[in-house]
């Protein structure tokens, strides 16, 4: 599978430990290790809310990158360009097979594919489902701050912020947690991921 990350407006290396932890998470037997392609959208400031600039780097790569269906990962302002590039790569033909938005607040989420909102906190949640969401998203509990749903890796490398992040998973559809909705951000990413890869 492929996996677009497109981060907000905020320092690169929290991106760089972001994909680390990703890696870590496929590759310590959680997801076949020779499906996971992941890409990061190079756009800083500005840049990161534009669908346009997105869908030019992904048109820009080698085609063999590309060639199975997209998830879309994104972050905070991102989410912005996230989105827009999504629902432009499916107009031209590209499958998008999930659309991940971490705080996306205030950003409206409208597609046709699957769409999922990680939170930090619950307003946050419930106030952005309003503008769009799936069934499955998940809001930390208790709250944590803004960065902390994107930084991944502590400085000593030896716990995942997302592995510790508490919180709850929400189906949306119904407005209740399912059973045993309680779980990390990690697990909950990681849920979402190995559903997609097997679909």
């Known amino acids: ?25 496929v590759f310590n037997g959680a997801i076949a290790c020779n499906t996971a392609n992941i890409l990061i959208y190079p756009g800083k400031d500005v840049l990161v809310l534009s669908a346009f600039h997105i869908l030019q780097f992904l048109r820009d790569r080698p085609s063999d990158q590309l060639k199975s ?13 996230a989105i827009g590039a999504a629902c432009l790569w499916q107009l ?12 996306g607040w205030g950003v409206p ?28 998203n998940f809001y930390a509990q208790p709250a944590v701050d803004h960065l902390s749903m994107w930084r991944c890796l502590a400085t000593s490398r030896s716990a995942s912020v997302l592995q510790t992040v508490q919180g709850c998973w929400v189906d949306s559809s119904i407005g209740i947690s399912p059973p045993k909705g309680r ?14 890869e097997a679909n």
Not at 1 to 25: A, Q, R, Y
Not at 94 to 102: N, P
Not at 187 to 195: A, G, I, P, T
């Open 1 to 25: 599978m492929s996996i677009i990350i497109c981060p907000g407006i905020h320092e690169s290396n929290l991106t760089e430990s972001f994909k680390v932890g990703l890696l870590d998470m």
């Open 109 to 136: 989420l409208q597609g046709n594919f699957p769409i999922h909102r990680i939170s930090h906190d619950y307003f946050t949640h419930w106030s952005s489902c309003l503008l769009g969401s799936g069934q499955n």
């Open 92 to 103: 031209l033909g590209g499958r998008v097979k999930a659309f991940i938005a971490i705080d």
């Open 69 to 81: 269906p997209l998830i879309f990962i994104s972050f905070s302002a991102g989410v912005v360009g």
């Open 183 to 196: 779980l990390t951000a990690a697990e909950f990413l990681l849920m979402l991921l190995k559903r997609y």
